[in-house]
């Protein structure tokens, strides 16, 4: 293992310390994929034999891992990433017979009504999940009593006033889709579509994140200006939403 790729065997989530971590760094989007998973399943329940949607997979690491870490199906489901791509990784990766690439913009979804049992989404459902009536759609896919779980980025609430310097300089569309818990849980609360489980900052999700720009950035692979603000912000106000809720 390249040294600087140490930092990536983390002993709290033992089940991604297991994946090689020049893999993960080679196929990134967004924070540490697996971290985030693994994450999202300390507050959430994949059972053997599940049928799950894995929304806005990237180039389906999560998928792999969901499908060998807890014995389910999984329906690797993304529109920008090809999905010939993506077959090779789980392929490669020992998981053909679990995991399925599929290409699909998440408004147009081509499954049939209460096929799946549990959907995820990870560091991607900000972008295309925000609208008062995308539950409604999303939840038409998953069966009653079956569970959606998300991970994405956030903010822990919105500035009072004036954005700080730090992410002033960032500032930009992307980071207006980074949404506190507490207003996803309004928005499907008053649904009445689902029970909420969860909704909540992933613990060390920030420094998490921070430490995995930083040692992408030793390999050539990272992103200061994330890097930068992440650092200055100190947990203050950023970090990783965590989402866990079950269909009614």
Request: glycine share 8%; net charge negative.
């Amino acid at each position: 293992m390249p040294s600087a790729l140490e930092a990536l065997v983390v002993d709290r989530y033992p089940r991604s310390s297991t994946y090689d971590p020049q893999w993960i760094v080679d196929n990134l989007m967004g924070p540490h994929p697996l971290w985030s998973a693994e994450g999202l399943m300390q507050a959430m329940t994949l059972e053997p034999g599940m049928r799950v949607l894995d929304l806005g997979c990237g180039t389906a690491l999560t998928s792999i891992f969901f499908a060998r870490e807890y014995d389910v199906e999984v329906w690797a489901t993304d529109l920008w990433v090809d999905p010939t791509e993506n077959w090779h990784r789980i392929q490669q990766a020992g998981a053909a017979d679990r995991v399925h690439p599929i290409q699909s913009d998440a408004h147009k979804l081509p499954f049939a009504h209460d096929f799946f049992d549990a959907i995820v989404s990870i560091g991607a459902f900000n972008y295309f999940g925000t609208g008062a009536d995308y539950l409604a759609y999303l939840t038409q896919f998953l069966h009653p009593g079956g569970t959606l779980g998300v991970i994405a980025p956030g903010i822990r609430t919105a500035p009072a006033a004036a954005l700080p310097p730090y992410l002033e300089n960032r500032w930009g569309p992307d980071l207006c889709t980074w949404l506190p818990p507490d207003w996803w849980h309004q928005l499907w609360h008053r649904t009445n579509l689902v029970t909420i489980q969860t909704a909540d900052f992933l613990p060390n999700g920030w420094s998490d994140w921070l430490l995995w720009l930083k040692t992408c950035a030793k390999v050539g692979r990272g992103y200061k200006p994330d890097e930068q603000m992440l650092e200055t912000d100190q947990g203050n106000l950023l970090g990783l939403t965590r989402l866990v809720a079950q269909l009614n």
